[in-house]
């Protein structure tokens, strides 16, 4: 797999690093060898809101990130007086004033095999197969994978709050009938594969949609070769 380099400072330091909700060290992190991908990446500290963000790492590249961390709250050293006298109001008052936290998101992370399918998330067109979709809001989403040529993949993915959700699908080809009769009786070869040598009558068989080169060939008569959707 493509290698790359992740480097990241924090102010202050000391601070726990996750990718993909598993934690790689404390800041200042440098040179740490990693994958190359899309990563959910979260920064955590006591006393400091939390930080989330969705980080690429291109193969071979050394990235660096920095980040600064905000304190929850100020903390008033002993024996200093607050300006403002607390009062029972006051408490109540800051008792009522909601907690503010960083966004929580996820990712999912599509492929398929064939790749190159065309992936809509909750109906909507989002690119094609493989492909990692980033900072998407917690809970269910449908995901539908089309390609020609093959039956359309359905499923549904739940997304976590910094977690990257994995979708592998295997496309099913769809299939059609063929019947090649030759006279007089002779070989049929089809993409290259002998089919029957000596066919009398109708030759039936199922091939994946698609265009198909079918050969017949009768001693003393030649061979006659067609390309066939």
Request: no cysteine; net charge positive.
């Amino acid at each position: 797999m493509p290698q790359a380099s992740l480097s990241i400072d924090t102010n202050p330091d000391h601070a726990t690093v996750f990718l993909n909700a598993d934690s790689i060290g404390v800041t200042p992190l440098h040179n740490h060898r990693i994958q190359a991908g899309t990563f959910l990446l979260r920064i955590q500290k006591r006393g400091y809101v939390a930080i989330d963000s969705t980080v690429v790492i291109a193969p071979g590249k050394s990235d660096t990130f920095s980040f600064s961390l905000k304190p929850v709250a100020q903390d008033v050293p002993a024996g200093i007086p607050t300006k403002t006298p607390i009062t029972e109001e006051s408490r109540k008052r800051e008792e009522k004033k909601p907690v503010v936290e960083a966004p929580r998101v996820g990712a999912i992370q599509i492929s398929s095999d064939p790749t190159g399918a065309a992936i809509f998330l909750n109906g909507q067109s989002r690119g094609i197969t493989p492909l990692t979709l980033p900072d998407l809001a917690l809970g269910d989403y449908e995901v539908v994978l089309k390609k020609e040529g093959h039956k359309d993949y359905s499923t549904t993915a739940t997304v976590a709050a910094s977690e990257v959700k994995k979708v592998n699908a295997t496309l099913t080809a769809l299939k059609g009938t063929l019947r090649v009769l030759i006279k007089p009786a002779g070989s049929i070869t089809i993409d290259g594969v002998l089919q029957k040598s000596n066919a009398t009558d109708w030759y039936d068989t199922l091939l994946a949609v698609g265009t198909h080169r079918v050969k017949m060939e009768s001693a003393g008569f030649g061979f006659f070769v067609l390309r066939k959707n």
